[in-house]
């Protein structure tokens, strides 16, 4: 049975939304990595003060974190799976364009110091402005380094979990939950 999750995948493969939900039915912390990134005004925390909040925010046996951020952490030494959300860019450029009209038409505060910016998405030869941008000019790179992973011997001790359609991912949280009500049957039979 997984213990502790770490979800990754592109801007707009549902991490966060996944994430959310299998915390839940685990009844686990839900660790969101840009919570912890990011500062008012768009501003990202300092490594080592990023570090000792994650530090602080895993300490516990059981958890689900959403986010990448792997030039900034890694949770992989005490992680037992990890969650690769492997959505085609077709469907996850238009989510994060959805996403992100959305919260600007709605100015909805995200992780309570920012809101969200949506014409800068369409610069998407920018990078830096858009996490479309971003998206399209690392989906190639992350892709390759997370299928290089899975072969890593540093990272035997983890189960890869690559999910390519939302039907896959909707079946993997399922079972997830149907797991953790068996447990949760045993160990109430037990008690």
């Known amino acids: 049975m997984q213990r502790r999750i770490q979800i990754m995948g592109p801007s707009g493969s549902g991490k966060s939304t996944i994430g959310a939900r299998l915390a839940e ?6 660790v969101e990595l840009d919570a912890i990134n990011w500062l008012p005004g768009w501003v990202e925390r300092d490594h080592n003060e990023f570090r000792s909040i994650l530090t602080a925010a895993t300490e516990g046996d059981r958890w689900v974190v959403s986010g990448n951020y792997t030039s900034r ?10 969650v690769w959300l492997d959505l085609p ?16 038409r709605s100015r909805e505060l995200l992780w309570g110091t920012n809101f969200e910016r ?4 369409l610069a998407i030869w920018d990078p830096k402005r858009s996490i479309v941008g971003w998206v399209l000019s690392t989906h190639a790179t992350q892709r390759a380094a997370l ?6 011997p540093r990272w ?12 896959e991912i909707n079946r993997f949280v399922d079972g997830i939950a149907s797991d ?3 447990h949760a049957t045993a160990e109430e039979q037990s008690a």
């Open 25 to 30: 039915v685990m009844g686990v912390p839900h």
């Open 147 to 152: 299928a290089d992973a899975t072969v890593d």
């Open 73 to 82: 952490m890694s949770l992989w030494d005490r992680a037992d799976t990890i």
């Open 156 to 167: 035997a001790h983890l189960r890869f979990v690559r999910l390519t359609s939302q039907r």
């Open 180 to 182: 953790a009500r068996q």
């Open 118 to 121: 949506f014409w800068p998405q």
């Open 89 to 104: 860019l077709h469907v996850t450029i238009p989510r994060q364009l959805v996403r992100s009209w959305r919260r600007w």
